[in-house]
Antibody, heavy 119, light 103 residues
Framework: QLQLQESGPGLVKPSETLSLTCTVS??????????WAWIRQPPGKGLEWIGS???????YYNPSLKSRVTISVDTSKNQFSLMLSSVTAADTAVYYC???????????WGQGTLVTASS | DIQMTQSPSSLSASVGDRVTITCRAS??????LNWYQQKPGTAPKLLIT???SLQSGVPSRFSGSGSGTDFTLTITNLQPEDFATYYC?????FGQGTKVEIK
């Protein structure tokens, strides 16, 4: 059974860079048919798709976040990562890593990790 | 940029009721129209893709329909475990969610 687990700091200072890693187990990240995604949800609010990466390195980003986001993949560790620069309080959210198949259909999700942007 | 608008934002219903949630896209797209269910404190669960295709294990009381820019999620014979928030999605855009509460 595929499992995804987010890891990284739960607190980030405003103007700094948020960094999270997702470890995939029970399956290979080097799948031609899947993209690996980050999605976030501010407390009490809705979902926001951040972007995704293919094991080949191809990436897609939400236009509203594109200027601040980098998603990368490390196939040797079966991991992928998110970096979000210049964070503000508005970036406080539960961040989920997930698997996309086809054209942005998210079928497996991590449990999510809360990241708070605060000094 | 594509935007998804759901209605209503919340609704109250009773066990056994039929519930309909609508989702409108700001533009027509070739991307799959997906529906997710989310319960408090848990990750969303994929219910339906390509407008009307149920994921494996999803009860048949859930159904999806629509075309172009207008889509619908219908739950017939609402069960206690169906009280949750539902999101539509197309490409990178999610709707704002519809909370289904117990009347």
């Amino acid at each position: 059974q595929l499992q995804l687990q987010e890891s990284g700091p739960g607190l980030v200072k405003p103007s700094e860079t948020l960094s999270l890693t997702c470890t995939v187990s029970g399956g290979s990240i080097s799948s031609n048919n899947h993209y690996w995604a980050w999605i976030r949800q501010p407390p009490g609010k809705g979902l926001e798709w951040i972007g995704s990466v293919h094991y080949s390195g191809t990436t897609y980003y939400n236009p509203s976040l594109k200027s601040r986001v980098t998603i990368s993949v490390d196939t040797s560790k079966n991991q992928f990562s998110l970096m979000l620069s210049s964070v503000t309080a508005a970036d406080t959210a539960v961040y989920y890593c997930a698997r996309d198949y086809g054209d942005v259909r998210t079928d497996y999700w991590g449990q999510g990790t809360l990241v708070t942007a605060s000094s | 940029d594509i935007q998804m608008t759901q209605s209503p934002s919340s609704l109250s219903a009773s066990v056994g009721d039929r519930v309909t949630i609508t989702c409108r896209a700001s533009q027509s797209s070739s991307f799959s129209l997906n529906w997710y269910q989310q319960k408090p404190g848990t990750a969303p669960k994929l219910l339906i893709t390509s407008t009307s295709s149920l994921q494996s294990g999803v009860p048949s009381r859930f159904s999806g329909s629509g075309s172009g820019t207008d889509f619908t999620l219908t739950i017939t014979n609402l069960q206690p475990e169906d009280f949750a928030t539902y999101y539509c999605q197309q490409s990178y855009a999610f709707g704002q969610g519809t909370k289904v509460e117990i009347k």
